[in-house]
C-alpha cells in the first residue's frame, strides 16, 4: 500500500465485533501495520457526545462497557490502553487555535466505539490513546472543521482514528433480524453513494448528504456515527486520496467501509 496518512475513518460494527472481527477486523489490522508507530492515537468515537470539543487527559483509560444484553465475553474484555495527559495538552491548544471552547475530561475512559477498533488494530495496547468527543447537534461542517483543526497533528506522528459507521439505524435492524431478514437495500447504496463522492473528492455533497442522497437520512437518523468520517476527511487535508480499505455490510444494517488516505 501507498504511503498512509496518519488519518483513518474505521468501522466499530456491534459490540460483538470485538468477538468475531471477521474480515473486517483482518482488514483494520492489515492497515495499521502499514502505519509508522504513532506517538499517540486521537481516537474519535460516536458513542462519546458533549456540548464542546472535549478531550480524554487521563493517564489510566477505563475500558466502557456500554452496551447491554450482549455474551458475558464481551463484558470480561478489558484494553489496557495508557493515556497520554501530555499529548492531549497538545490537542486542546490545537483545538483552541480555531475553537473557543475545548473542554478537558481527565476521567473519560474508552466506550466500545473507541477500545473494539483499537483492539483490532493495536491489540498490544502499546501505544497511548486521547479520546476526543464529537458534537453531534453541530453537524458535518463542524466535524470537519474539528478535522480540518487535527490536520497539523496528524502530520507531526499523531493518528487520527476516527471510528464510526456509514449506516446505523438499529430500528432497520430490529425489523430486518426478526422479519425480513435481510439486508435494506439504501445500505449498500448509500455506502456506495458515499464511496463515489469520496473517490470524486466531493466533499461539500458528503457534507450535505441529508439532502444530496435520497437514502442518507434513513441511513443515519441521528447523525453520530457518521460525524467521525467527516473528522477524519478534515484531518486527511485538501490533498489527500480516500483509499477503501474494506468494503461490507455487517448485521444487517451496519455498512462496515473503512478508508485510509494517501
Known amino acids: 500500500m ?4 496518519n488519518t483513518l475513518f474505521v468501522p466499530h ?7 468475531q472481527p471477521g474480515a473486517a477486523g483482518a482488514a483494520m489490522a492489515q492497515v495499521a501495520s502499514f502505519l509508522n508507530t504513532p506517538r499517540a492515537i486521537i481516537v474519535v468515537s460516536p458513542h462519546w457526545e458533549t456540548a464542546y470539543p472535549t478531550v480524554g487527559t487521563g493517564a489510566h483509560l477505563e ?3 456500554d452496551f447491554y444484553g450482549f455474551p458475558s465475553a464481551l463484558y470480561d474484555i478489558s484494553y489496557p490502553a495508557t493515556g497520554c495527559p501530555e499529548g492531549a495538552e497538545v490537542v486542546i491548544d490545537t483545538l483552541k487555535k480555531h475553537f473557543p471552547r475545548v ?19 493495536f491489540p498490544d495496547a502499546d501505544v497511548p490513546v486521547i479520546p476526543l468527543s464529537v458534537q453531534s447537534h453541530a453537524g458535518p461542517a463542524h466535524a470537519y472543521a474539528v478535522g480540518q483543526a487535527l490536520a497539523e497533528l496528524a502530520q507531526q506522528d499523531f493518528l487520527v482514528l476516527a471510528s464510526g459507521n456509514l449506516t446505523h439505524n438499529l ?9 425480513s431478514g435481510e439486508s435494506p437495500a439504501y445500505v449498500q447504496v448509500f455506502a456506495d453513494w458515499v464511496a463515489q463522492h469520496m473517490a470524486d473528492g ?25 460525524l467521525p468520517l467527516f473528522v477524519a476527511l478534515g484531518a486527511a487535508g485538501t490533498d489527500a486520496t480516500p483509499s477503501p480499505f474494506y468494503r461490507g455490510i455487517s448485521d444487517y444494517v451496519l455498512a462496515m467501509d473503512g478508508y485510509a488516505f494517501v
Open 2 to 5: 501507498q504511503h498512509l496518512r
Open 63 to 65: 475500558t466502557i462497557h
Open 202 to 226: 466531493q466533499v461539500a455533497s458528503l457534507l450535505n448528504y441529508r439532502n444530496e442522497s435520497a437514502e442518507g437520512q434513513r441511513a443515519h437518523p441521528t447523525e453520530e456515527h457518521l
Open 13 to 19: 460494527g456491534a459490540p460483538t465485533f470485538a468477538l
Open 103 to 121: 473542554d478537558a475530561d481527565p476521567s473519560r475512559g474508552l466506550d466500545h466505539g473507541a477500545w473494539i477498533p483499537l483492539l483490532q488494530m
Open 171 to 179: 430500528g432497520d435492524y430490529r425489523i430486518s433480524a426478526t422479519q
